[in-house]
């Protein structure tokens, strides 16, 4: 079972659950768990009479909201190895982060846009981690236009903290047609690929492939015409 972490204040749960309609249709199974304060999976994803801590099924997708721990979640589910192959959790918070141990995640993410908030928010969780030993993380940025000097300065802000950038780093547009395909996808409580630019599609595919490599590049592609 692999454990994925997606670090940041940056709102990423629809891109989680994307990738997690991906890695469904190639055949994984796949649990998504929000951990994070809002928790706004209770919000996007609907749940039957959804109490303080559930696990729910979306697009063939178990989502988890509510709990504090794996092994909350193992005693709920009764052996959430046995039943998953890959676990994607939301985190904005370095309680969560060690909470879930994911300092033994077998990939991590850091996900931000370059607005203050995002940035200094992301940044902070990333200080709190309490680690005697780097961390490797990757980043997902995102920004309507690659602008390089937004990666030097988050350079510069997280240079003193516990995290070893991976030399890879992966780009989605910030763009406003890919927020109404969002948007519109809540509203009718579908995860639909149609509408969203191809940059989005492509970037989604690079994510997908590095989380989950032994899925073929052509049947990836074909899954995600079909979406």
Do not use: C
């Not at 046995?82 to 060690?98: E, K, R």
């Amino acid at each position: 079972m692999k454990k994925i972490g997606f670090i940041g204040a940056f709102e990423k749960t629809d891109l989680i659950l994307y990738v997690a309609k991906i890695l469904t249709e190639a055949g994984k199974r796949v649990l998504v768990i929000d951990t994070t304060v809002l928790q706004k999976a209770r919000y996007i994803v609907p749940a039957i009479a959804p109490t303080k801590f559930y696990v729910t099924e979306y697009e063939k997708i178990d989502i988890a909201v509510g709990f504090e721990n794996l092994e909350s979640i193992n005693k709920y589910l009764e052996n959430i190895e046995a039943n998953y192959d890959i676990i994607l959790i939301d985190i904005d918070s370095a309680n969560m982060f060690a909470s879930f141990n994911m300092i033994y995640a077998e990939k991590l993410y850091f996900t931000t846009a370059f607005d203050n908030f995002s940035l200094r928010k992301g940044i902070e969780i990333i200080s709190n981690i309490d680690t005697k030993s780097k961390i490797k993380v990757t980043k997902i940025l995102f920004e309507r236009d690659v602008v390089e000097e937004n990666d030097e300065y988050l350079n510069l802000l997280s240079v003193s903290y516990p995290i070893e950038w991976a030399d890879e780093k992966m780009y989605f547009p910030y763009d406003q047609g890919d927020l109404t395909a969002i948007i519109e996808n809540q509203r009718v409580s579908k995860i639909r690929f149609r509408n969203l630019s191809d940059q989005y599609r492509d970037s989604l595919y690079m994510l997908t492939q590095d989380i989950a490599p032994d899925i073929k590049s052509g049947k990836l592609r074909k899954i995600m015409r079909n979406i």
